[in-house]
Structures are given as structure tokens and as C-alpha cells.
């Protein structure tokens, strides 16, 4: 079965930047998202990309900031994230932007502080 295996995370200072990576183990054609999930909080969605490439949609905490991109020839999302903001800190996932989820992956941690 799928399985999604993000990477990429680490630490940043405020007005740094990070990119993220999601590979897919199978073929898919279908929207992707990226989510996020901060300490106490439930899992939010940040952002989703369409089977083409466009549209896309950003959660308003992230847009003008992080950009999603996706390159199905190699099953990979990417999740670029500039301009970092410590209400950023959490571990990030990505999986389907809406249906039933692919069992998640580890997810990858990003934290923001300086």
C-alpha cells in the first residue's frame, strides 16, 4: 500500500526558510496536500496542490510564504517555506487533499526559534 515518507525538517531562525520533501512509494494521480500538527494542537491543513499542478490553495497563515509544487515523474511533493515564523513550529505530513488519507508517514519535524 502507499506509503509517504517526508523529509526535510529541521531548525530554522525567524525569516529563515525550509523545503520539504514527500515521496510517494506508488504512482498517483491525485490532489496532495501538506498539514501540520503543533504541539496541543489538531492537525491543520497548510496547503494542496490539483493532479496538474494548478490551482493550488494556501491556509491565510501561510500564504505569500510557502509555495507547494509537485513532480509526479518522480512521485515527489515539495512544500517550500519561506519567511518562517515561530507559529510555524510543528511536524509536518503530507498525504491526499481530501477522501479517505493513505496511512500517514512520520512526518517531519520543523521548528522555528531563535
Known amino acids: 500500500q502507499m506509503q509517504l515518507v517526508e523529509s526535510g525538517g529541521g531548525s530554522a531562525q525567524p525569516g529563515g526558510s525550509l523545503r520539504l520533501s514527500c515521496l510517494m512509494t506508488?504512482?498517483?494521480?491525485?490532489?496532495m496536500a501538506w498539514y501540520r500538527q503543533a504541539p496541543g494542537k489538531e492537525r491543520e491543513l497548510v496547503a494542496s496542490i490539483s493532479r496538474g499542478g494548478t490551482p493550488t490553495f494556501y491556509a491565510d497563515s501561510v500564504k505569500g510564504r510557502f509555495t507547494i509544487s509537485r513532480d509526479d515523474a518522480k512521485n515527489l511533493v515539495y512544500l517550500q517555506m519561506n519567511n518562517l515564523k515561530p507559529e510555524d513550529t510543528a511536524v509536518y505530513y503530507c498525504?491526499?487533499?481530501?477522501?479517505?488519507?493513505?496511512?500517514w508517514g512520520q512526518g517531519a519535524q520543523v521548528t522555528v526559534s531563535s
Open positions: 506508488e504512482t498517483v494521480f491525485v490532489s
Open positions: 498525504n491526499k487533499a481530501s477522501g479517505n488519507m493513505w496511512p
